[in-house]
């Protein structure tokens, strides 16, 4: 079979000159020392397969392209083959000239994806959700979009995909091993997440070492807390470009140094940069692990493990106090409360090092490369490869397109800002227990430590539930097709206890009352917290589907900065309106919010099409 014929037999229409087992099974072809094929013989060369028109149709492929999973690389240009980092085929490669012939074109494509993101009641451009800000809604785009559409790609490059069972696919590996990653990687976000509150526990160690006010030592907690919100910018483009490995090792590395000079730091100033820097560096414990944790888990499968990740980001800081009080208690000492801390940073950054790459796109690069070599094809590539990545594309993705979601998806920042005062209530405890057993039953910081412990036990009954959650969700997906609302069943049973424990805190608190009282409100906030984080995430990712990375990248911009903020204010406001009504006010704004999930579980999809520029959600798609 010389070149052309090689190429056309991929074409469905012109199969008819092949044989009938040609035609029906992945073709051959002999690659010269060029790269070229030929017909040089068998035994000179390497017979390398790739995959058919029938065999893809086989599979399921079609010439309308779905929307990319959730892990995808960011990118503004429709991609002409999504599924090469899901699908796995017989040969593990996927010619374009196939591709064209099924009707996988990059005109074919836009013109598709267009009608799956906008929906045939509001057709726009084609455009990248960023450049359609200046289109009409509902009047069609003239613009080709041509920044956003597929470029003209050589019909003789093929696609790597993971082989059918493919050892190096994650989802394939040993159900005990990504479960044990799994539970490592949360504790890597419990460890990044317990840095942040860690001084909480020891705030008066800060006082006394540099002489200065409460105010100036909490800055220590929020600083930490506003470098989480930066970091994914940095971080998010690593793991796109180089995997998620080579991101937690840079990044956990650098953490673990810069706790050094939070221990030794010779004045506060110098203790403030550097807490900013840790936080900075850290984040990616908290903006990859979730897309690790989803890399080796199918779609459907992957809620449970997620739940673990949504469980950890809020107990972490939970251990900070009840650590580190007993550690102020005990010595008096600011540095070992950071010498603690990165220990155990230490350890994390050698087990987050150790676990295999899971980032599809990044293992098939790797892939791609060895099989150029191999068959001494320079044509054998990925798509991100044959498209090429820019740096404008990466800015777009992490900074442009989370910053433009904030000001034009109503919905969107409603559902975040829910997300963000979850969180923030919970460093606002940080703050408010001290006021409240320290001040008024006079217990030291260890003691003042041991009254969030119920907040960890509320948390874990949470996290017992987000499985019951998961079996209602996949429940829902046998029997019909599932909507973003689906995903708020956790949000509606936790949305009221997390506004419960609030009331109760500000009810009991008075000295008569046995501490328990107060602590048990500790119950209620961290069985509620986590729910409604777990399935807010959800909601989001399923309401943004191709830009769920944009989405929650401006979830996790909100919500860092609430948790920076609350911490400022918490004391001065529990000492002006006492520890009653301290309380109660955001008690008041707990339970108005109470109605966010269910409103949105029954007006949500109204709402997500008259509100939002574009409905991006999953239930937009045919």
Sequence with gaps: MNRQESINSFNSDETSSLSDVESQQPQQYIPSENGSKSN????????????????????????????????????????????????????????????????RTSTAISRTRTRQIDGASS?????????????????????????????DLDPEIEFVTFVTGDPENPHNWPGWIRWSYTVLL????????????????????????????????????SLMVIGFSLGPLIWSPVSDLYGRRVAYFVSMGLYVIFN????????????????????????????????????????????????????APYVGPVVGPLVNGFISVSTGRMDLIFWVNMAF????????????????????????????????NPKIMTEQ?????????????????????????????????????IYSLLYAFFFAFPVIFGELYGYKDNLVGLMFIPIVIGALWALATTFYCENKYLKIVKERKPTPEDRLL????????????????????????????????????????????????????????????SALATKVFLRSAGGAAFPLFTIQ?????????????????????????????YWGKGLRHKLSKKDYSIDSIE
Excluded at 142 to 147: E, F, I, T
Excluded at 195 to 213: D, P
Excluded at 352 to 361: G, K, L, N
Aim: net charge neutral; aromatic share 10%; hydrophobic share 45%.
């Design 40 to 103: 040089m013989a068998p035994n000179q060369l390497k017979l390398t397969r790739t995959e058919t028109v029938k065999s893809l149709q086989d599979m399921g492929v079609s010439s309308k392209a779905p929307v990319p999973d959730v892990n995808a690389p960011q990118s503004s240009k429709n991609k002409i083959f999504p599924e090469e980092y899901t699908l796995e085929t017989p040969t593990g490669l996927v010619p374009v000239a196939t591709l064209h012939s099924i009707g």
């Design 123 to 151: 057709p726009s451009s084609n455009e990248d959700a960023l450049e359609s800000d200046n289109n009409e809604k509902g009047k069609e785009g003239d613009s080709s979009g041509a920044n956003d559409e597929a470029p």
């Design 186 to 221: 949360s504790i890597l976000v419990i460890c990044v997440a317990y840095g942040s509150a860690c001084i909480s526990g020891g705030l008066g160690t800060v006082e006394k070492k540099y002489h200065v006010g409460m105010e100036a030592a909490i800055l220590s907690c």
């Design 260 to 311: 050094i000079p939070c221990a030794l730091a010779p004045n506060l100033g110098c203790l403030l940069a550097c807490r900013f820097l840790c936080g900075v560096w850290s984040s990616s414990g908290l903006c990859l692990v979730g897309g690790s944790i989803a890399d080796m888990f199918p779609s459907e499968t992957r809620g449970k493990a997620i739940a673990f990740f949504a469980f």
């Design 345 to 376: 940073a230490g350890v994390m950054w050698i087990i987050s090092s150790a676990i295999p790459e899971t980032y599809a796109p990044v293992i098939l690069k790797r892939k791609a490369a060895r099989l150029r070599k191999e068959t001494g």
């Design 385 to 421: 490869e044959a498209q090429g990545v820019s740096m404008s594309e990466m800015m777009r993705a992490c900074l442009l397109r989370p910053l433009y979601f904030a000001v034009t998806e109503p919905v969107l920042v409603a559902t975040c800002f829910y997300v963000c005062l």
């Design 490 to 549: 956790g949000a509606k049973i936790g949305a009221p206890f997390a506004a419960i424990a609030l009331w109760i805190l500000g009810a009991t608190a008075y000295k008569h009352i046995i501490w328990v009282g107060p602590a048990s409100a500790g119950l209620a906030f961290g069985f509620g917290m986590v729910l409604i984080y777990y399935s807010l995430n959800n909601y989001i990712i399923d309401c943004y589907v191709q830009y769920a990375s």
């Design 573 to 601: 406001m529990y000492h002006k309106l006492n520890l009653h009504w301290g309380s109660w006010l955001l008690a008041f704004i707990s339970t108005a919010m109470i109605a966010l999930p269910f409103a949105f579980s």
